[in-house]
């Protein structure tokens, strides 16, 4: 069975320090990946997704960036983090092939950031 | 602009009571997906609906889609405390763009 990982599940960082938080995904290859950002009281925004090794979509620009190492790792990164930046974020999969939004997203459990 | 909208945003009842929220939109949606998520969790689908008018139960869940596929409707029967989350639909539009997600109904229920 398909199982995705995120961590740290909590983070507590300093205005201006680097980020990194990272997702695995278990039990299949060539999976659609996805970071999503969850304000209070908001919906999930779509930050990236990746279809593939190397190959990340940007869809609102900001202070974050991307990466896709191998093929079941993704990365979300800041070189110097906003107080803005706080927030729950979700890493999700889906299957790959057809059309990449249209495939049901599995999450991960989160991970909470608090920039202070 | 949010293009899904979810009524009410919060709801607090007692167990055994009925409830129904809501997601609205004026754009068309491909398909229509229900998520449940839980404090500190990430978002677990519930269902998926696809042709306008398809209704589907999941226990004591029924999930409507509207005829023209612009909303969407989820009605608890006898809600339980384990009923308890933040209730989210998503849109998948027609083309290849990202899902939209609605604010989310907060539920409560109360034993």
């Known amino acids: 069975s398909q199982t995705i990982h995120q961590w740290p599940a909590t983070l507590v960082q300093p205005v201006g320090s680097p980020l990194s938080l990272e997702c695995t995904v278990e039990g299949t290859s060539n999976p659609n990946l996805y970071w999503y950002r969850q304000a209070a009281g908001r919906g999930l925004q779509l930050l990236f997704y990746?279809?593939?090794?190397?190959?990340i979509s940007s869809e609102v620009p900001q202070n974050l960036s991307a990466s896709r190492p191998q093929d079941r790792q993704f990365i979300l990164s800041s070189k110097k983090l906003l107080l803005s930046d706080s927030g729950f974020y979700l890493c999700a999969w889906s299957g790959g092939g057809g059309l990449i939004h249209q495939n049901i997203q599995y999450f991960g459990a989160g991970t909470r950031l608090s920039v202070l | 602009t949010q293009l899904l909208e979810q009524s009410p945003q919060f709801l607090s009842i007692q167990e055994g009571e009925n409830l129904t929220v809501y997601c609205n939109s004026s754009?068309?949606?491909?398909?229509l997906q229900w998520y449940r998520q839980e404090p500190g969790e990430g978002p677990v689908l519930l269902v998926t609906?696809?042709?306008?008018?398809e209704v589907k139960k999941l226990k004591r869940l029924t999930f409507q889609f509207g005829d023209a596929r612009k909303d969407s409707s989820l009605h608890i029967t006898a809600a339980q405390p384990g009923d308890t989350g933040l209730y989210l639909c998503a849109g998948v539009r027609p083309g290849n763009t990202p899902l939209v997600f609605g604010k989310g109904t907060r539920l409560s229920v109360i034993a």
């Open positions: 754009s068309v949606f491909s398909s």
């Open positions: 990746s279809v593939g090794i190397g190959q």
């Open positions: 609906v696809v042709t306008g008018g």
